[in-house]
């Protein structure tokens, strides 16, 4: 086993290492399996399957013309995405590999169709009449192609200018809970239009803002020293909008607050002159790729994709993957020292067993409606933030008409409907910005009520681990004669932290914590980075789904009103009619559609959906879990009673297997071991 086998600092690199991975949990998957852990053997070929279909998704956003387009061509090396000096990006442009071009159009009505490579301006760009009609019907254009750049399963999301029109920003909005990595491009020449301030610091999840690298492109019209300045600035600017952003939501004194901060730290800025990274590669030119500092960027997303997003990942896999063999080699540790055990003492303890993995169960159930009954406890807590929500809603519609002022053209009959639309447009403005303010409100609201139910369930936790371990030991002990399993059982409560050799395979899932058991199962020796990127990715996990459904009952309010209602109303009150007078009326109907029971009732719904889909995640991870481990035990017991009644050949096949399994097992565990010492010093947890 040479040093350094492994080098997950590299898409590359990463991409190897889980593949080998994959190659490993598969050994042991089949190793379980004969050794009659079915449950083990079940989840590691579901993780195989995860592994090999692990992607890595990079998106570049922004608003139009910044050449989000030209980045993604310069990093491939080779122009494959439409770029242009006028508007031309209009509909998602995903670019994967492929052993030879291909190019897929995913229509919005479910069709999807190939068409040439040629043709591919034609249905992703608005460069004409005939091509902006045909971006409108496409969902995502998929471009396969033999690159390199992709070759590691990544795929680069190219998105339309947020500007140009609102249906961009909603589609670029709609990508970033799914994305690994998020280029926010901004142009030197002209650092933070409003509607970047108004993106970044309305439109934009916290959540989201951990993996975004802010680009400034085209640095090449600026020299040096201009570079520098405006790079600072840029800088300045954004953790001053993110930084401000967070104290409103949170409040400075907050934990939330202070979690925003470790979570998001430094935004990470890099400028670049994409056009000269992309010319340089193109004409084999280093020196002008060099002085594009496009090296940079590269280097800032391959960090990302590898050490934070795949640093996750990969913490769970080993984490797996050491309980597996936990599992296993406490299995075969029992059944070794059975094999000539007297068959009565083993049938005591095997009854004993039995009993001890009921009683298990049914505090375990217990646990599971004690879940339920927090869930309900948290949506009591949460309502009343609805009734604020609402009222936050009111005073901003009242503040913003208040500043409108309609002229008797405005209020003419040819007018009528674009006036409406204005007012529309901007209660649907108002509104959209309350309601991401109260998404993330919520959503931190409700990570704190699950950390907390997490933590009460480390009580039940102890219990369930000590008894499974005592039950271990009253079969593994030298004596077995005189430990019964009460006995063991008590040695195992009071043991607490972890006797080597005793209870291995049970006592892996302690370290980890019910966190960890949660989280990504039985990952021994959790440094303090992990455990914080651990609970982030599940606040990830959570926040994909409760953002959806929140963000749209946001948007769903919004369209209540901004509907027929807001338009009939309108139209009621559309005469020449003095201008306040008007505005007044709109905004009372407005409000009056607020105050609804049917809002209030379809945002109740939306909370509890919410609340419940955060807590039902600790419900299934916890039976899950418990279920493996229990059904281990018991397939163990069982095993235990075969081999005794085996003849001697049966025997030595038993041991072959033993001894077959104890040796990748062991290899498993130096790699582990290896890979986890690349991922622990970087100690990001504290930076991040
Ligand atoms: N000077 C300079 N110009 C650049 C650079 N990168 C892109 N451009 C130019 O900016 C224009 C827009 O580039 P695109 O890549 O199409 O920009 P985009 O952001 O994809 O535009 P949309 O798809 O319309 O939103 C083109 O004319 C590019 O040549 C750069 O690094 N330096
Ligand atoms: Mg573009």
Known sequence: MEANRFDVSTVEGYTRATAHLAGRMEELSSGSQALNLADLSSMLRENVRKIRNDRFNISVIGEFKRGKSTIINALLGAEICPADRLPATAALNRVVYGESPAVVVHFKDGKSEEVDMDHLRAYVTKLDEASRGMAETVSEVVVRYPLSYCKNNVDIIDTPGLNDEDTMTEITLSMLPKTDAALFVLMATSPFSETERDFLVNKMIASDLGRVIFVVNAIDVLDEDEARDVLEF?????????????????????????????????????????????????????????????????????????????????????????????????????????????????????????????????????????????????????????????????????????????????????????????????????????????????????????????????????????????????????????????????????????????????????????????????????????????????????????????????TAIVYLFAGKMAMKAVNKFLQPDMSAKFIAKFRDSVLERLTSNEVRREQEKRLKEAVYGAFDGIKERLLSETERMMNSTKATLDAIASDMEGNEEERKETEELFAQVEQSAGEVRKEIAELRGLLAPAGKGEEL
């Open 234 to 554: 840029i800088a300045g600017r954004i953790q001053e909008m993110v930084v401000g952003k967070a104290k409103r939501l949170y409040g400075a004194d907050s934990e939330e607050y202070q979690k925003f901060l470790r979570a998001i730290g430094k935004p990470r800025v890099v400028g670049i002159s994409a056009r000269n990274a992309l010319r340089g590669k193109l004409r084999n030119n280093p020196s002008l790729v060099e002085e594009s500092n496009f090296s940079e960027l590269e280097r800032s997303i391959e960090y990302t994709l590898t050490q934070e997003r795949g640093g996750i990942a990969l913490y769970t896999y080993l984490g797996r993957m050491q309980s597996a063999v936990d599992t296993m080699l406490g299995a075969i540790e029992m059944r070794r020292r059975q094999f000539s055990a007297d068959k009565d003492v083993f049938q005591k303890k095997y009854d004993e067993g039995v009993a001890v993995l009921e009683e298990l169960k049914k505090k375990r159930d217990r646990e599971l409606e004690n879940v339920d009954v927090s869930a309900k406890n948290a949506c009591q807590e949460l309502l009343p933030r609805i009734q604020e929500y609402i009222d936050e809603l009111k005073k901003s519609v009242t503040a913003a008409l208040e500043g409108v002022k309609l002229s008797k053209d405005d209020l003419s009959k040819e007018n009528k409907e674009a006036t409406s639309k204005r007012l529309i447009g901007i209660v649907e403005d108002v509104s959209k910005n309350c309601s991401v303010e109260y998404v993330q409100r919520l959503q931190s609201a409700i990570e704190k009520c699950t950390s907390t139910e997490i933590t009460r369930l480390e009580g039940f936790e102890g219990e369930f681990l000590s008894k499974l371990s005592g039950i271990e030991m009253s079969l593994t002990t030298k004596d077995p004669g005189n430990t019964v399993l009460s006995t063991a059982i008590d040695v195992a409560m009071g043991m607490g932290g972890g006797i080597p050799g005793i209870g291995a395979a049970y006592l892996g899932y302690r370290q980890a914590g019910i966190k960890g058991l949660l989280l990504g199962g039985g990952v021994g020796g959790l440094t303090a980075a992990a455990s914080f990127y651990a609970l982030n990715s599940l606040i990830a996990a959570a926040g994909i789904a409760l953002g959806g459904p929140i963000v749209i009952a946001g």
